[in-house]
């Protein structure tokens, strides 16, 4: 990493020695320039502001959010921001180096753990544990985003940045952020409905589980092969029977998968049970399909909800 990131500050010194002292506005457009490291942040300021700022999602729609790395170009992007919305967790190491090295006291930074109360990544029975966790200290869940509560309060924080940065469109950044969040809380209010009348309270992962937030939000206990942010594929023999056993003892109709993930444990717990492979999306990334045809967050939260409902009334 530290390799890596030595070729980029270096790269990001050649290409941007010209473009200190730069103000917020593109200069082609006269928009104020905001970076949003992954899907969520951006999808919200999408909802928020529309085409009245440049907006540009770091993470390729597809790729994998812990193998990234920062281009010279993105680097340049960040440099040339005058809003830059990162998770500030771990998975996200680089974004320190680089904000250090952009050297930008102007330019703003939100940081989405900043914005609620963060939780630590729980191991909960079954589930396998990281080599690299034993005796480490406790790492936060990063995906804060999939609690629709705490959507809310990422989106007002957003929308009253904007609004700072952007006096001339506040009126515009205010009215349609109390739309989207009044659609937030229809979401959230769906969610407690189908809990609320579930015949279980237990859901059922053959994969990471990124789900810990929203698993809070609306008191469901779990069960998974991984903690979110595990970089691990392969569980033990021993969790995956712990799975099974567990959707048989307790009728679980459903086994989740999250998205870009292969299924595979997801599938050989349903074939030893029964039960059905669903997709539960967090929303982390989204694939360059669903991107091209402007999949939002809401979207897929309201597929989630479909999702979860199979699995807790049936």
Same mark, same amino acid.
């Given at each position: 990493?530290?390799?890596?990131?030595?070729?980029?500050?270096?790269?990001?010194?050649?290409?941007?020695?010209?473009?200190?002292?730069?103000?917020?506005?593109?200069?082609?457009?006269?928009?104020?320039?905001?970076?949003?490291?992954?899907?969520?942040?951006?999808?919200?300021?999408?909802?928020?502001?529309?085409?009245?700022?440049?907006?540009?999602?770091?993470?390729?729609?597809?790729?994998? #959010? +812990?193998?990234?790395?920062?281009?010279?170009?993105?680097?340049?992007?960040?440099?040339?921001? @005058?809003?830059?919305?990162?998770? @500030?967790?771990? #998975?996200?190491?680089?974004?320190?180096?680089?904000?250090?090295?952009?050297?930008?006291?102007?330019?703003?930074?939100?940081?989405?753990?900043?914005?609620?109360?963060?939780?630590?990544?729980?191991?909960?029975?079954?589930?396998?544990?990281?080599?690299?966790?034993?005796?480490? /200290?406790?790492?936060?869940?990063? +995906?804060?985003?999939?609690?629709?509560?705490?959507?809310?309060?990422?989106?007002?924080?957003?929308?009253?940045?904007?609004?700072?940065?952007?006096?001339?469109?506040?009126?515009?950044?205010?009215?349609?952020?109390?739309?989207?969040?009044?659609?937030?809380?229809?979401?959230?209010?769906?969610?407690? /409905?189908?809990?609320? @009348?579930?015949?279980?309270?237990?859901?059922?992962?053959?994969?990471?589980?990124?789900?810990?937030?929203?698993?809070?939000?609306?008191?469901?206990?779990?069960?998974?092969?991984?903690? @979110?942010?595990?970089?691990?594929?392969?569980? #033990?023999?021993?969790?995956?029977?712990?799975?099974?056993?567990?959707?048989?003892?307790?009728?679980?109709?459903?086994?989740?998968?999250?998205?870009?993930?292969?299924?595979?444990?997801?599938?050989?717990?349903?074939?030893?049970?029964?039960?059905?492979?669903?997709?539960?999306?967090?929303? +982390?990334?989204?694939?360059?399909?669903?991107?091209?045809?402007?999949?939002?967050?809401?979207?897929?939260?309201?597929?989630?909800?479909?999702?979860?409902?199979?699995?807790?009334?049936?």
């Amino acid at each position: 990493m530290r390799r890596i990131l030595a070729g980029l500050l270096a790269a990001l010194l050649i290409i941007t020695l010209a473009a200190c002292g730069r103000d917020r506005a593109a200069p082609e457009t006269g928009k104020l320039q905001v970076v949003a490291t992954i899907f969520p942040p951006y999808d919200f300021v999408r909802a928020i502001a529309g085409d009245r700022v440049e907006l540009t999602m770091l993470l390729p729609p597809g790729a994998e #959010s +812990h193998s990234y790395e920062p281009s010279p170009q993105d680097m340049v992007t960040i440099q040339n921001s @005058g809003l830059f919305i990162c998770v @500030g967790g771990k #998975s996200e190491a680089w974004v320190e180096e680089v904000l250090k090295a952009v050297g930008r006291d102007d330019l703003v930074v939100l940081r989405l753990m900043d914005m609620v109360d963060a939780v630590e990544e729980e191991h909960v029975e079954g589930m396998e544990a990281a080599e690299e966790e034993h005796g480490e /200290e406790a790492e936060y869940d990063e +995906h804060v985003w999939t609690s629709p509560k705490n959507a809310i309060r990422i989106v007002e924080k957003i929308a009253q940045t904007l609004c700072d940065l952007d006096e001339e469109n506040a009126p515009a950044y205010r009215q349609a952020a109390e739309v989207y969040i009044g659609k937030l809380e229809e979401l959230d209010e769906t969610f407690e /409905e189908i809990v609320s @009348g579930a015949v279980r309270k237990t859901i059922v992962f053959g994969d990471r589980f990124p789900f810990r937030y929203f698993a809070d939000a609306y008191g469901l206990d779990y069960y998974a092969a991984f903690p @979110g942010c595990a970089e691990q594929s392969e569980p #033990s023999a021993r969790t995956v029977a712990f799975l099974i056993d567990k959707v048989q003892a307790e009728g679980i109709p459903v086994v989740f998968c999250v998205e870009m993930s292969s299924g595979k444990i997801a599938d050989a717990i349903c074939e030893a049970t029964g039960a059905r492979k669903r997709l539960l999306h967090s929303c +982390h990334v989204v694939s360059r399909d669903d991107f091209l045809a402007g999949k939002t967050y809401l979207e897929l939260m309201e597929e989630n909800a479909v999702a979860l409902k199979e699995a807790l009334w049936e």
